[in-house]
């Protein structure tokens, strides 16, 4: 499908799209102004259809330094009467929590909508919390989609909930929901033309400070005001169509939200089980009165929701305040996983220990499958080949080598980023992390806790994301460790975006780049050195040098992601069998896959190697040559 579709589709027309991109369609359909965001898997695939198509649809959107400060420039848009959107990963509502716990005070005129994208299993994180919690902590109403037409029409219902009850509104995706296709049937578009000569409509902003200045004066009662209207949103939930029942089961119910009610539905259609379901699509206000009237006549439920089990505690309030006598089997109660991502399996499996409708017996996998499955080799996940990252790792630790230090002198402090790939061997350079922008901060907690040797790694968009202030905090407190800013031109490990140290934004346009070194500088870092991963010599010197300061020394290793398109490939190097000795350096200390071992002869895979030469320079022998 050509993407500008989702701008010139019309009401009634049907497309098969991703749960991203259905999130756009419903953005579009609900006249949007104003777009920000970090990009963060789950959810990137947001942003990068909006770069391509916010011009055409009149939004303004930016890739923002991090996810607070995205949710600042949505939260201002709205309580200038524009209608904005917001949307991270689930850590990301981490980093936006300090001033989105806010705009549930102040509240909003035009309609304000987060979408937070979880991941059960973190196939892509470092944590699997439930932005659910968020919702109750801010007392922000939240929404469920569980299907592609489900997340365009919430996203656009959200806008008026939201402009209803001037309050921001979530909505959660999972991997599941955000990643799946399906068959989505477009709605009318509101119009959200401007009058002025930009591509986006403006808003104005009318001056209250008791209503938007939450000060000790005013923000008591917007606390209250929040309350009155999360109570008359309860209302709301208890009849919302998204809150709605399936089947005739008299004894056995069943409840759930998002993915985790596909997974049920099919357990209980396929296995024709008497079960009757109830789906939860808005979720916070929990809808007491509607699940109390689906208990009300069951002798035991189901409670079906990945991560953590917040529909079941509500709805153990609902029996306890009515004295019902249900049953409540989930999470709790050992039913389901207390953790990790659910599947028709797993639901399956949870569902037969009460009901016990199957024959327990493990998957027989024919002959032929079982010996394939033995052969398949596991593979852990490594740097590309030419990434100017392992050719940095293989430089820092020659260095650290000839500076004689052990491994156990030199704390590695990681970051989140291609580069944490560092923690595998030969490299072994990640021994701690915790968040985006945390290794600057652990590199001034480690120097001040230890006698060691300390060297932070962060990636260019993470240290514009947050490694500027902790380095700031380097500077002033006299800490002593190596920051290497590992700058590759772009956000790599979420797609390729832009991020502010490219001459390019969000929608394309050209911008301003703005300077790591002069930023390095301006912190106060005396030592700061911007070196070219790919000559090692220079690498060797430049560390061994950093490790020799007594302050917060900064290298910035720049040279561009292999992957960016429109890179022009070098030509692959060659193997010159006559004068290799078998040392095997470039394939266990550099450990580049695009060189292996054969038969005892080192082979290069020509179809990935891209000619950075960094396996040249670690051959003593001449046995590789610039293939130019």
Partial sequence: MNLKEL???????????????????GLIEAGISIAATYPGTPSSEIGNVLSVLAKDANIYFEFSTNEKVAMEVAATAAVSGLRSFTFMKHVGMNVAADSFMTTAYSGVNGGMVILSADDPSLFSSQNEQDTRNYAKLANVPI????????????VKYAFDLSEQFKLPVIVRTTTRVSHMRGVVEFGDVRDNSSNNDNHWKRGHFNKDPSKYVPVPAFAGDMHV????????IEEVSNKSKFNCEWGTGKKYGLIASSSAFNYACDVVKFNNLDI?????????????????????????VFVVEEVDPIIERDTLVCIGSKNLNVQVHGKLDGTFPIYHEFNSDIVAEGLNKVLNFKENKSVQFTQSLEKLSEDIPSRAPVLCAGCPHRAMYYGINIAIEELGLKPEDVIFASDIGCYTLGINPPYNAADYLLSMGSS?????????????????FIGDS??????I?????AVHNKHNFVLTVLDNRITAMTGGQPNPGIPVDGMGDDAPEVSIRKLALACGCDFVRVINPFNLEQVVKTYREAFERKDAAVIISKAPCTLIKGLTRKPPVKFIESNCNNCDKCVKELACPAISKINGKITIDESQCDGCTACIQVCKYGALEDGR
Avoid at 143 to 154: H, R
Avoid at 444 to 454: H, L, M, P
């Fill in 7 to 25: 701008v010139t589709g019309d009401s009634g027309e049907k497309r098969f799209l991703l749960g991203n991109e259905a999130a756009v369609r």
């Fill in 143 to 154: 929404l469920e989609p569980s299907n592609c037409q489900e997340v365009k029409d919430m």
């Fill in 225 to 232: 005001r929040l309350w009155d209207k999360i109570r008359k």
């Fill in 276 to 300: 009757k379901i109830l789906k939860l699509g808005f979720s916070y206000p929990f809808p007491q009165n509607k699940v109390i009237e689906f208990l009300s006549d069951l002798d035991e």
């Fill in 440 to 456: 600057v901060g652990d590199g001034c907690g480690f120097s001040v806790s230890t006698d060691q040797k300390v060297a932070s």
């Fill in 462 to 467: 993470t240290f514009f994301h947050s490694g």
């Fill in 469 to 473: 202030s902790p380095l700031i905090n």
